[in-house]
């Protein structure tokens, strides 16, 4: 368990492409889809609870988005200094793994949320435009 934690402490610190995350809003360069542009029978009630988790989602992004810009940043100027920066970069780098972590479970409560409030039918047709927007072209 420490050597897999080491080790997502360590790519995040190097800032590993794999590791890197997209900017909220965005996808591929262009708007992330909305959740009614991808299930088109939604109603009233179902389209007014959605754009609220949504809303309310995208702002704790946000802030978690910005608390992990300012851990990498101190994190990267710790790493640029001589001398021995453990003392000073391993709790940044816990700090960091923490931060990655709340924005995954912040991902998947959200999605927990907007599956209660669609029904099986929808939720069927939100995975399967899901997955198709990920599908590479020419692939299937």
């Not at 420490?2 to 995350?21: E, G, W, Y």
């Not at 609220?52 to 978690?64: A, F, V, Y």
């Not at 995954?104 to 939720?123: N, P």
């Amino acid at each position: 368990m420490k050597r897999n934690i080491t080790i997502v402490l360590l790519l995040a610190a190097f800032s590993i492409p794999a590791m890197a995350q997209r900017p909220a809003g965005k996808h591929d360069g262009k708007k992330r889809p909305e959740v009614a542009e991808l299930v088109g029978d939604l109603n009233a009630t179902q389209k007014t609870k959605i754009e609220t988790i949504t809303n309310d989602s995208r702002k704790r992004m946000e802030s978690l988005r910005a608390r992990q810009k300012a851990v990498r940043d101190s994190i990267d100027m710790f790493m640029d200094r001589e001398g021995d920066q453990s003392t000073v970069l391993y709790p940044l780098f816990e700090r960091d793994a923490a931060l990655l972590v709340a924005v995954s479970r912040e991902m998947y409560s959200t999605k927990v949320a907007i599956d209660k409030v669609l029904s099986a039918d929808q939720r069927r047709a939100l995975k399967a435009a899901l997955k198709n927007r990920k599908t590479p072209k020419g692939k299937k």
